[in-house]
């Protein structure tokens, strides 16, 4: 049986929940991604987690990054996970990924995953740095300082990103697993997924998520499938045997994606940095808008004549389409012409996607409804995720797309009234799925409701 609606919060009541939510998931420098299921700080969770906080205090924001950044690779990549110590629930954890045991580049402090995930954590210092404006003057001067102390790292992020996840300079980044994406079992990956067939000896683990899950129910449905996570595993199991080596995993892996939402995120990540770095007088501000217009060019070269965007299969050379939300990236790139970006903003609302009339909220699904992959709980082949509708609000206010921008806030502050502040939404019941309360979704409504 459905549970019972849940109370509809006024929006003071939904701001308050949510602080209180992210308080509740606070281990002093880091906050965890979700108490039950990911009791961890996750790279691109931290840099939302970042956001919403930045509306609370600067400082606890910064910490935020700080303590991300503190578990940096000598080769500058900042890994998707880094392990609180003390749970050992979730799998793979440090001793599978055996980073340091593995790879000279591993950091020393705190064990962490050798993957990547989206670079949203320029947009986060921008928005620190922006909330600081109507801080106290202390609050400020220290906001700035710390900024500054974290500028190598966010330059040396982007350095890593822009030369050994894009060796040939074509302006698209390479992920190494489906996770990297962030979109994890999206219908992205199901082609290129078909070549990762994990060794006849391979012995995929025990699955703890389904089991963390559990006492919400439902939790096989709305999670990847048992082959999926066999694929997953593997993969990490290849990515180990590489050394977490980029040169070995260039050659050796079985997956190779160019990511184009993970592109369209670098630019704008990019743009927003350069931003930060011309109003501090900090290095890198050319730099910056090199690789924002390189990977603005890879992105959009990618695009149909709605100005819709499409994956790489980098070890076929294949061009992945499919009907998922990655597909409006552009929005986020920016730099489609005027006609197309109103083409790319029709086919977002229209009954494809936010507009389906089915849907109790018209934000969108993480893959279109009338795509045959689609599935309305199964994590990201359908159900809409809030930290996506934050980036889809983002990117149409800054591609100047203010009346839909403003349409898809007010949507979502509709779905987050629930104050259950779930990891993902039922696109046609709106029954909140996944993890509850789940940090980032807390984070991104105090951000739309400030
Ligand atoms: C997992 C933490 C992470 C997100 C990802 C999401 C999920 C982890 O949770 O992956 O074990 O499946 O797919 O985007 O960062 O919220």
Known sequence: PSPAPAARLTRNQTAARAAYVLAGNDRGRLTVAAPQLYPHMWSWDAAFIAIGLARVSTGRALTELETLLAAQWRTGMVPHIVFTEGDATYEPGPQRWACRETCPDAPDGPATSGLIQPPVHGVAVRRILDAARTASTAERREAVQRIR??????LAWHRYLATRRDPDGRGI??????????????????????AVVPAPEFVPFRRADLHALGALGGAAAQRPSDADYAKYQWLVEELRRAGYDDERARRTLSFRMGDVLTSALFVAANEELATVADELDLPGVDELIGYADRFRRGVLQTADERGFAADIDLRTGAVVRTETVAGFAPLLSGGLDPARRR???????????????????ALPPSTSPNSA??????????????????????????SGEQETAH?????????????????????????PLGA????????VALDLLA
């Open 149 to 154: 102390a974290l500028w190598p790292a966010l």
């Open 173 to 194: 980044l390479t992920i190494y697993h489906g996770w990297e994406s962030g979109l994890d079992n999206s219908p992205r990956w199901d082609a290129p997924y078909a």
């Open 343 to 361: 083409a790319l903003v029709a086919t977002l609302t229209s009954a494809d996607w936010c507009g389906h009339p089915g849907f109790a909220h």
């Open 373 to 398: 992959a689609f599935d309305p709980v199964r994590y990201w082949r359908g159900p809409q995720w809030p930290p996506v509708t934050w980036l889809m609000v983002w990117g149409l206010e800054r």
């Open 407 to 431: 349409a898809l806030r007010e949507a979502a502050l509709d779905q987050l009234a629930d104050g259950l502040f779930a990891e993902y939404y039922h696109p046609f019941t709106g029954e």
């Open 436 to 443: 509850r309360p789940q940090s980032w979704t807390a984070a």
